[in-house]
Protein backbone atom coordinates (compact mmCIF):
# COMPACT_ATOMS: atom_id res chain seq x y z
CA UNK A 1 0.00 0.00 0.00
CA UNK A 2 1.37 3.61 -1.04
CA UNK A 3 2.60 6.09 1.90
CA UNK A 4 0.15 8.84 2.84
CA UNK A 5 1.85 11.30 1.14
CA UNK A 6 1.79 9.17 -1.95
CA UNK A 7 -1.43 8.47 -1.57
CA UNK A 8 -2.46 12.41 -1.42
CA UNK A 9 0.16 12.34 -4.75
CA UNK A 10 -1.82 10.28 -6.35
CA UNK A 11 -4.98 11.89 -5.66
CA UNK A 12 -3.71 15.36 -6.78
CA UNK A 13 -3.12 13.19 -9.98
CA UNK A 14 -6.36 11.79 -10.64
CA UNK A 15 -5.42 8.44 -10.11
CA UNK A 16 -7.64 8.04 -7.03
CA UNK A 17 -11.48 9.13 -5.77
CA UNK A 18 -11.93 11.44 -3.04
CA UNK A 19 -13.31 8.27 -1.26
CA UNK A 20 -10.39 6.11 -2.28
CA UNK A 21 -7.71 8.75 -0.80
CA UNK A 22 -9.94 9.26 2.58
CA UNK A 23 -10.30 5.26 3.11
CA UNK A 24 -6.75 4.76 2.34
CA UNK A 25 -5.45 7.17 4.12
CA UNK A 26 -7.54 6.15 7.40
CA UNK A 27 -5.87 2.64 6.93
CA UNK A 28 -2.11 3.94 6.79
CA UNK A 29 -1.64 6.60 8.85
CA UNK A 30 0.20 6.25 11.81
CA UNK A 31 1.17 8.07 15.28
CA UNK A 32 4.61 8.41 13.04
CA UNK A 33 3.21 9.59 10.02
CA UNK A 34 0.56 11.89 11.20
CA UNK A 35 2.06 15.48 11.75
CA UNK A 36 3.81 15.08 8.77
CA UNK A 37 0.30 14.29 6.72
CA UNK A 38 -1.22 16.73 8.33
CA UNK A 39 1.42 19.30 7.37
CA UNK A 40 2.56 18.38 3.93
CA UNK A 41 -1.69 18.13 3.03
CA UNK A 42 -2.48 21.25 1.05
CA UNK A 43 -5.11 23.44 2.64
CA UNK A 44 -8.25 22.68 0.68
CA UNK A 45 -7.84 18.52 0.93
CA UNK A 46 -7.56 19.07 4.67
CA UNK A 47 -10.97 20.92 5.01
CA UNK A 48 -12.52 17.91 2.45
CA UNK A 49 -11.13 15.50 5.04
CA UNK A 50 -12.12 17.22 8.24
CA UNK A 51 -15.72 17.15 6.43
CA UNK A 52 -15.33 13.51 6.01
CA UNK A 53 -14.40 12.36 9.66
CA UNK A 54 -17.35 14.83 10.71
CA UNK A 55 -19.36 11.89 8.83
CA UNK A 56 -17.67 9.24 10.69
CA UNK A 57 -18.56 7.12 13.84
CA UNK A 58 -17.38 8.65 17.33
CA UNK A 59 -18.60 6.54 19.73
CA UNK A 60 -18.76 2.44 20.57
CA UNK A 61 -22.41 2.56 19.68
CA UNK A 62 -21.69 4.80 16.32
CA UNK A 63 -18.77 1.52 15.12
CA UNK A 64 -20.85 -1.04 15.48
CA UNK A 65 -23.56 0.32 13.54
CA UNK A 66 -20.94 1.29 10.78
CA UNK A 67 -21.48 -0.66 7.53
CA UNK A 68 -18.46 -1.25 5.36
CA UNK A 69 -19.32 -2.46 1.23
CA UNK A 70 -16.02 -4.16 -0.03
CA UNK A 71 -15.50 -5.73 -3.60
CA UNK A 72 -12.53 -8.10 -3.18
CA UNK A 73 -11.32 -11.33 -4.99
CA UNK A 74 -9.57 -13.93 -3.35
CA UNK A 75 -6.86 -16.43 -4.31
CA UNK A 76 -8.37 -20.32 -4.79
CA UNK A 77 -8.28 -21.84 -1.13
CA UNK A 78 -8.68 -18.75 0.83
CA UNK A 79 -11.11 -19.84 3.65
CA UNK A 80 -13.77 -18.00 5.05
CA UNK A 81 -12.05 -17.43 8.34
CA UNK A 82 -8.99 -15.85 6.31
CA UNK A 83 -11.38 -13.59 4.74
CA UNK A 84 -13.52 -12.87 7.95
CA UNK A 85 -10.25 -11.97 9.66
CA UNK A 86 -8.98 -9.84 6.42
CA UNK A 87 -11.85 -8.07 6.59
CA UNK A 88 -11.79 -7.32 10.50
CA UNK A 89 -8.13 -6.16 10.30
CA UNK A 90 -9.26 -3.83 7.96
CA UNK A 91 -11.94 -2.43 9.75
CA UNK A 92 -9.92 -2.32 12.87
CA UNK A 93 -7.13 -0.09 10.94
CA UNK A 94 -10.00 2.28 9.45
CA UNK A 95 -11.05 2.72 12.95
CA UNK A 96 -7.67 3.11 14.06
CA UNK A 97 -6.81 6.05 11.69
CA UNK A 98 -10.19 7.61 11.82
CA UNK A 99 -9.55 7.93 15.18
CA UNK A 100 -6.12 9.10 15.42
CA UNK A 101 -7.05 11.83 12.09
CA UNK A 102 -10.06 13.02 14.19
CA UNK A 103 -8.11 13.56 17.28
CA UNK A 104 -5.02 15.19 15.71
CA UNK A 105 -7.25 17.68 13.09
CA UNK A 106 -9.49 18.31 16.82
CA UNK A 107 -12.78 17.36 14.74
Known sequence: MPTPHRLIALYEQGLVTQAELFLS???????ENVTGLISAAPAALLEKLRAYLDGCPRTEEDWVQLRMFVIRT????????????ALAEERSLHRRGVELLQATLGG
Open 74 to 85: WAPGTSVEQIQD
Open 25 to 31: LALEVTE
